[in-house]
């Protein structure tokens, strides 16, 4: 299937990134789980007790052999916080997920009500102003692909501005944010301005949100983890 891959917790990538920053033993909902690659660890490992939601119903019957609880259907009819309303978890999961709906502002706002109040949601979000996709517009270039930044099922989005304006209209703020780098070749005779470019070298945004409430109540400060020009950096 398309989100299949090999789960290798030595690798930096958005769901390793992810996976690490969970505690043993807590509840999770799983935004867009797919097959369950991290279900299976945050269940099997962690021994967290893991609720899953994804669109495919074909996927969804291989996860749900490692979970406690499944929905099935599009995230933006939001069956599933009806399904779960009774629960309260330590953590929600939006890896690669918001920016294949509609409006995911709206399901992310949605989630407060499913979140602990000292609760996290971990997202990871594609940078759109990566360095691929500016030196190919600079060409004239703006392909859809099967995967990665420009997938053609990908219906918003993100640079790092709009994706921190998406957190906070929905009622969450960051408390760490981080990212998976990603170098491109440019052509040749670009400036400076053009090469190393703030978050150029961004290929995806990996972020903690809390709600803006508890982040005021308890004065929370942003941890920022993201390097502007992570020259030494390669993944």
């Known amino acids: 299937m398309k989100y299949d891959f090999t789960l290798?917790?030595?690798e930096r990538r958005s769901h390793t990134m992810i996976l690490k920053k969970i505690a043993p033993g807590s509840a999770v909902l799983e935004m867009g789980c797919?097959?369950?690659i991290m279900t299976k660890y945050m269940s099997?490992?962690?021994g967290c007790r893991v609720v899953v939601c994804d669109v495919d119903a074909e996927a969804l019957k291989t996860a749900r052999r490692y979970?406690?609880?499944?929905w099935q259907g599009d995230l933006e009819t939001m069956g599933w916080a009806d399904e779960f309303a009774g629960m309260r978890f330590d953590y929600i999961l939006c890896a690669d997920v918001l920016e294949h709906l509609r409006d995911p502002g709206a399901v992310l706002e949605r989630t407060a009500g499913l979140l602990k109040e000292e609760g996290s949601v971990l997202l990871s979000m594609p940078n759109i102003a990566h360095d691929s996709v500016v030196y190919g517009l600079l060409q004239n270039r703006f392909e859809y692909t099967g995967v990665g930044l420009l997938d053609r099922t990908h219906l918003r989005f993100y640079t790092y501005p709009s994706l921190i304006k998406l957190c906070l209209d929905a009622g969450y703020s960051p408390v760490?944010?981080?990212?998976?780098?990603?170098?491109?070749?440019?052509?040749?005779g670009l400036p400076n301005q053009v090469t190393r470019r703030q978050y150029g070298r961004v290929f995806q945004f990996v972020f903690e949100l809390k709600k803006t409430s508890h982040v005021r109540e308890k004065g929370?400060?942003?941890v920022r983890k993201i390097k502007e020009y992570p020259d030494d950096q390669r993944g």
């Open 8 to 10: 290798d917790m030595r």
């Open 34 to 36: 797919a097959t369950g």
């Open 44 to 46: 099997g490992v962690l």
């Open 67 to 70: 979970a406690d609880g499944c």
């Open 176 to 188: 760490e944010e981080d990212a998976v780098y990603m170098e491109a070749k440019p052509p040749t």
């Open 220 to 222: 929370i400060a942003v």
